[in-house]
């Protein structure tokens, strides 16, 4: 098994040399296929074989451990530099002071701190299980669309941009080893080491086209995300001085065992503020919002499979030891604002891709806030959402980027009518979008046992608050999910025009519609035989956390949705009527588009969706929302390390 | 047994008209008249009527519109020219404008007359319209068999 | 409960609740009539407007419109059944926006501007309502410490209104955006005639406008129902107040519409929240105080 996870890590980024090098379209594009579809074989293998042998948690150290224990210092030291050279090329030295801080301390402390007992550094345990299946197959999914898409994006769409593919695909394969290595740690330097990685990778991805506003926008995540590292670093300091060990989970059962005491919480709290960061919660959205800049695989896999879920991976992993304190109520309270906010201002966007960013957002909110929890319940409903919301939103961003080669927009607006046109990338959209919000898919099963367990938190203040976020965020995600669909069934005021879509887009996107499908219809065994172990080993416990009516339930509203509509469907397909036109006050000009004006001539009729700019407006919430958030944050970081010392 | 005839819907049309008729119309509908005692409701939607009720004449103008809106109700449907104009083309006949009555474009089955037309002579055209309604849905119902 | 109660119940409420509906619709008329002076229609006429709609000609202007709409139909039977079952309460929220959902893709497909128009304010109106409709599951969780329906009546041996008065008033105060009555006849009005023609249902014909009505009665006994939760309990007398309280709100409605003039949509949305953030989170805020300090 060791063997078997080290190769998975160290895997990818061979690999990543191999499509850097070759700058032939053909034969890059098959080694890009190669390259992820190893990947995503030897992670399903490694998984499966873990599942066969009875699904134990495994400590164990790497071969050679000295060895990457040597490899990941000068990883850190070589990624400083990189970053200190870019801050002065770019003249944004204070990000050189961020990463500075944040590598030289825990460097520092490894050479010269005290020799720390020799403990295992890697633990394959449930929650690893579930994410290298979800790094692992959503990854190179989306790896396979990369390339039908960048070839499209540079010979189709964007000719004056430097064709720098190689570099792309190349970073792409860096990301996966980064993913698989950060979930397999145990032990915080080399958890930091790839934490590190995503954040630079991310970085590199964001600023691909070299436009100001994709360098600024690069930039902007690159401070957010150091500052994090800079918390984890902190993390790291205070384990060597007090605590004689670093690894995240010797943490974790020093602050469960004395719950009261602060100086126990201080790490925790700095890696969970580490954790929001990555995972894009208010004050730090800004980053994920301005990674929409980047060619879409890149928002697909920052998105979904990867970087933010390494975020809300370490928040679970944190969750025992947040129960019912200060730093668990901070992350709930950040949470659940997030899951608000971000949902208002999806309403008021109407760029397909800003929509989906914010709902990313809003979503990772949602488990955020279960996390910050830290019940059994919430923990269930987090793993579920991280799961559903890797697939739909993957498949989103893919779909939506086709649409964008289609048709030349990613305009909601100019959407309509892509039912009639474009059925295929319709169809996606449209079940990607259920599968984010509708009634038996994913987010209510998590939401209903999300709003049980926040209506149980101890904390009266936040229990009450967090419940309403919930009830709130609800309706608004209803609003902006809703008025998306409608558009898309709308009546069609473009012409029919060839569907650019590459075969491999195609591929991937049906794939993550097939397994969303199979997922939402295999959730009563997965809650079964990977959440339940998955809790029992958090927990110690195993409660059921969702009844057997309900699941019945669930499975009832699920074969509703989709039977009643197509049993409906065929049943009324041969109804006989007669065509009309709409009602426009008698004044249609012979069809359903224009009208006859008060001149007399034809004139067409544009219908737009609400966006509530006023109400809802960026300009109005978003630096509130910043406000609050900050606030929520520093309050609470101020009671840990005050109680610390 | 039908009762079809107890719901009739109602669409007001303003034609060519001095507003007159209109006023009388929308009189129906007050508590000295309540027209709605009958069911009548007075939707603005052809598309829910069943009553198509006109006052004024027809000019170049709208003479599509009333085409449209009368081929967006669906059958059974009934058509009342209420007052003089929507009759006949009224004072204003003889203008370069006007068509003439609402029978110029669409069938008209009752005939208001009045100017304006009192209130109480449009209810009366509209309780023999609801009678009309009730024979034309049968007839419909019977052809439908057939 | 046992199956046989639970299949008893559901049965009930498929048969009987567009009859119970449809009279107190007529009733309502009838009452909105006298209070304006007028005679008004029969009480049974809403049963003689939905048979006619029935029998008109079809026209569409869209063939997906009928089966998204008899989807919406099914949809909300379904969710009564949930809930007149005596299921999970949440769940049945949730299953009635998701039907809502077929409502507003239905009046959409026909690109028409007052459908489209209707459709935003009815995506608005649900907005407004939907954190009460969640938030009342939630209250009922916090005073019996279950979300099933049929466990809410069983557990408790008093009227639970005692307990969420604020979610009580909350709950009311969406109903009349729910019952499409004046002031908030927004996305369609109950009555006939408002500025964007008959909104969401604009486009709809005959039948299907038929089967709109259907499902709404079907809907609002779903929402009487949750009223008489409200009162219900183990005690088989508690439900004569339940039916006391049924009256006394629809009364309040017709009242409530026969006296207000029209707001805007905007005005709408921040009177909704405001209500449920006042009175639903202030009564929510108190109770897990009182479990608090029970633990």
Redesign the interface.
């Known amino acids: 098994m060791e063997t078997l996870v080290t190769a998975l890590i160290c895997f990818p980024f061979l690999w990543a040399i191999l499509p850097a090098v070759i700058h032939n379209s053909k034969r890059r594009a098959f080694f890009v296929y190669l390259g992820c579809g190893i990947v995503m074989v030897l992670s399903v293998f490694t998984a499966v074989r873990w599942y066969l042998d009875g699904g134990q948690t495994l400590n164990f150290r790497l071969p050679y451990q000295e060895m990457f224990g040597h490899i990941f210092l000068v990883g850190d030291v070589f990624l400083m530099c990189f970053i200190t050279y870019l801050a002065y090329k770019y003249k944004k030295l204070i990000i050189s002071v961020l990463t500075i801080v944040s590598t030289v301390i825990p460097s520092a402390f490894e050479l010269v701190g005290p020799k720390l007992p020799n403990n295992y550094t890697m633990r394959f345990d449930w929650l690893t299980f579930i994410m290298i299946l979800i790094i692992g197959v959503i990854g190179s999914l989306i790896g396979v669309y990369a390339v039908g898409y960048m070839h499209g994006y540079h010979i189709h769409h964007h000719k004056e941009l430097p064709d720098r593919r190689s570099f792309f695909l190349a970073m792409i394969f860096v990301f996966f080893g980064a993913m698989f290595g950060l979930v397999f740690s145990a032990n915080l330097l080399s958890l930091y080491f790839f934490w590190e990685i995503t954040s630079v990778t991310s970085f590199l991805l964001i600023g691909y086209t070299h436009t100001d506003e994709a360098i600024n926008n690069s930039f902007k995540a690159l401070w957010m995300n150091l500052l994090g590292g800079c918390g984890m670093a902190v993390a790291i300091s205070v384990g060597y001085l007090w605590f004689n060990t670093v690894n995240l989970f010797d943490f974790i059962d020093l602050a469960k065992a004395s719950p009261d005491n602060m100086r126990y919480l201080l790490p925790i709290a700095m890696l969970a503020f580490a954790a929001l960061t990555k995972s894009a919660q208010f004050p730090f959205s800004g980053w994920l919002l301005g990674a929409m800049v980047a060619p879409t695989p890149s928002s697909a896999l920052l998105h979904s499979a990867t970087m933010v879920k390494a975020g809300v991976y370490l928040l679970i992993r944190l969750t025992t030891a947040m129960a019912d304190n200060y730093v668990g109520n901070m992350v709930a309270l950040i949470g659940g604002f997030t899951f608000l906010a971000a949902s208002c201002l999806a309403i008021s966007v109407s760029d397909g891709k800003k929509v989906l960013a914010y709902s990313t957002i809003s979503n990772l909110g949602l488990i955020v806030a279960c996390t910050g929890c830290g019940y059994e319940e919430t923990i269930w409903a987090a793993v579920f959402l991280v799961i559903f919301h890797a697939v739909s939103k993957s498949m989103l961003f893919q779909c939506v980027g086709a649409i964008e080669n289609t048709i030349g927009s990613r305009d909601v607006e100019d959407m309509q009518?892509l039912m009639s046109i474009f059925p295929k990338l319709a169809f996606i959209l449209m079940i990607g979008i259920a599968g984010m919000f509708?009634?038996?898919f994913g987010m209510?099963i998590s939401?209903?046992a999300a709003?049980?367990a926040f209506?149980d938190t101890?904390s009266?203040y936040v229990?009450?608050l967090m419940?309403?976020f919930?009830?709130?965020g609800?309706?608004?995600t209803?609003?902006y999910w809703?008025?998306w669909?409608?558009?898309i069934?709308?009546?069609a005021t473009r012409e029919k025009s060839r569907d650019l879509t590459k075969w491999n887009e195609y591929t991937s996107m049906f794939f993550h519609a097939v397994l969303l499908v199979a997922l939402i219809l295999g959730f009563p065994w997965l809650s079964e035989h990977v959440l339940k172990p998955l809790s029992n080993d958090m927990f110690g416990v195993v409660k059921q956390v969702i009844s057997y009516?309900?699941i019945i339930?669930?499975i009832?509203?699920l074969v509703?949705?989709f039977v009643?509509?197509y049993v409906?469907?065929l049943?009324?397909?041969n109804?006989?009527?007669?065509?009309?036109?709409?009602?426009?006050?008698?004044?249609?000009a012979g069809d359903?588009?224009n009208f006859?004006s008060s001149t007399g001539e034809a004139k067409e009729?544009h219908?737009a969706?609400?966006y509530m700019e006023e109400?809802m407006g960026e300009k109005r919430l978003f630096t509130p929302a910043i406000m609050i958030s900050t606030f929520i944050i520093i309050v609470y970081q101020i009671i840990v390390i005050g109680g610390a010392f | 047994m039908s009762t079809i005839h107890k719901s009739p819907w109602l669409l007001h049309y303003d034609g060519s008209s001095c507003n007159g008729c209109d006023i009388e119309v929308l009189a129906c509908t007050t508590p000295v008249y309540d027209v709605e005692r009958f069911g009548v409701i007075n939707t603005g939607n052809p598309m829910h009527a069943d009553i198509f009720l006109i006052t004024g004449g027809i000019n170049s103008q709208n003479e599509a519109v009333v085409k449209q809106i009368y081929d967006q109700m669906p059958q059974p449907k009934v058509v009342i020219a209420v007052g003089t104009c929507a009759c006949t083309g009224g004072i204003f006949k003889e203008c370069y404008n006007i068509k003439g009555g609402a029978d110029t474009v669409i069938p008209v089955d009752i005939y208001v007359p009045g100017c304006a037309a009192r209130p109480e002579s449009i209810i009366d055209g509209v309780v023999k319209g609801i009678g009309l309604f009730k024979e034309k849905a049968e007839a419909l119902a019977a052809s439908q068999k057939a | 409960m046992d199956v046989s109660t639970r299949m008893i119940l559901a049965g009930c409420y498929i048969i009987f609740a567009p009859f119970i509906i449809g009279l107190l619709e007529g009733c309502d008329r009838k009452i909105s009539a006298r209070m304006q002076g007028r005679r008004g229609p029969s009480v049974l006429q809403p049963f003689y407007d939905l048979k006619k709609l029935f029998e008109k000609e079809f026209l569409t202007a869209n063939k997906m419109q009928l089966f998204m709409i008899r989807s919406y139909l099914c949809f909300i039977i379904l969710s009564g059944i949930l809930f007149f079952g005596g299921f999970d309460l949440l769940l049945v929220v949730f299953a009635l926006s998701t039907s809502a959902m077929f409502l507003i893709l239905a009046s959409t497909t026909t690109h028409s501007p007052f459908s489209s128009q209707g459709t935003h304010r009815e995506l608005v109106q649900i907005m407004a309502c939907e954190p009460m409709e969640l938030l009342v599951a939630v209250g009922f969780y916090l005073a019996t410490a279950t979300f099933n329906v049929s466990d809410i009546v069983m557990n408790s041996d008093f009227a639970r209104v005692i307990m969420l008065p604020g979610f009580f008033v909350g709950f009311v105060f969406i109903l009349t955006i729910k019952f499409r009555k004046s002031p908030f006849d927004i996305s369609t009005s109950h009555h006939a005639h408002q500025e964007v023609v008959k909104g969401v249902t604009s486009e709809m014909v005959g039948k299907e406008y038929g089967m709109v009505t259907l499902a709404e009665w079907y809907e609002n006994a779903i929402l009487y129902g949750i009223v008489a939760l409200f009162f219900l309990n183990s005690n088989p007398l508690s439900v004569i107040w339940a039916i006391v309280a049924i009256l006394a709100v629809w009364f309040l409605e017709i009242l409530i519409d026969n006296t207000s003039a029209r707001v805007k949509w905007q005005l709408m949305l921040k009177l909704a929240w405001g209500v449920t953030i006042i009175a639903a989170g202030m009564n929510l805020f108190l109770l897990e105080i009182i479990r608090g300090n029970l633990r």
């Open positions: 009518g509708l009634a038996p209510l939401k209903w709003l049980k209506i101890r009266v229990s009450s419940v309403l919930i009830c709130f609800s309706a608004t209803m609003f809703t008025k669909m409608s558009k069934l709308g009546a009516q309900n339930i669930m009832v509203l509703g949705v009643i509509p409906n469907y049943m009324t397909k109804t006989k009527a007669k065509q009309v036109i709409t009602y426009m006050g008698g004044a249609n359903n588009m006859i009729m219908v969706n609400f109400l």
